[in-house]
T-cell receptor, first 109, second 113 residues
């Protein structure tokens, strides 16, 4: 089983739609969790950290379920500019970051 | 703050040549790392460093060397370039290994012919 798994995608959604991405991780020692976005041919950029209590940043909401080893990202009111690949990243304490394979999102006009 | 910088942005090498990809950060981060990303694949860790003078191998270290003589710089050396090393290379840094967010440089797009 891969350390971090994500929805295979791609997701093609119309503007204004709500879309949810799922991510599971296998290392129960994981302590930090993040969502990154990567535009085509660019570097990954931090979208948001994921906290145990869940957190929201504008149209983006991240949730963490430690018992199920599951992370989610919800994007509301999708914009064309949200089109990108979304990477789930986990970080076991004292170990290297582990990246998921990414889920590609295309928001269509 | 420039963040994480990488040079060059693009490079073409012939098989057997060697070169160094430069990476620097100005955030006083202890942890630095090099990844490669191939089409349709995720990021794979090549080498990492938890502080000046300390380096270690990641998932795919063969064919690459690193050194960390200062906190700021973490160059990646390709010893004898091979077509299999054609890839996009990203350098990243974070406050510590296992803590804090990781920030990426803009990448170096390398082609080995």
């Amino acid at each position: 089983r891969k350390e971090v798994e994500q929805d295979p995608g791609p997701f093609n959604v119309p503007e204004g739609a709500t879309v949810a991405f799922n991510c599971t991780y296998s290392n129960s020692a994981s302590q930090s969790f993040f969502w990154y976005r990567q535009d085509c041919r660019k570097e990954p950029k931090l979208l948001m950290s994921v906290y145990s209590s869940g957190n929201e940043d504008g149209r983006f909401t991240a949730q963490l379920n430690r018992a199920s080893q599951y992370i989610s990202l919800l994007i509301r009111d999708s914009k064309l500019s949200d089109s990108a690949t979304y990477l789930c990243v986990v970080n076991p304490l004292g170990q290297n970051f582990v990246f998921g394979p990414g889920t590609r999102l295309s928001v269509l006009p | 703050n420039a963040g994480v910088t990488q040079t060059p942005k693009f490079q073409v090498l012939k098989t057997g040549q060697s070169m160094t990809l430069q990476c620097a950060q100005d955030m006083n981060h202890e942890y630095m790392s090099w990844y490669r990303q191939d089409p349709g694949m995720g990021l794979r860790l090549i080498h990492y460093s938890v502080g000046a003078g300390i380096t270690d191998q990641g998932e795919v270290p063969n064919g690459y060397n690193v050194s960390r003589s200062t906190t700021e710089d973490f160059p990646l050396r390709l010893l004898l370039a091979a077509p299999s090393q054609t890839s996009v290379y990203f350098c990243a840094s974070s406050r510590d290994r296992g803590r804090g967010e990781q920030y990426f440089g803009p990448g170096t797009r390398l082609t080995v012919t």
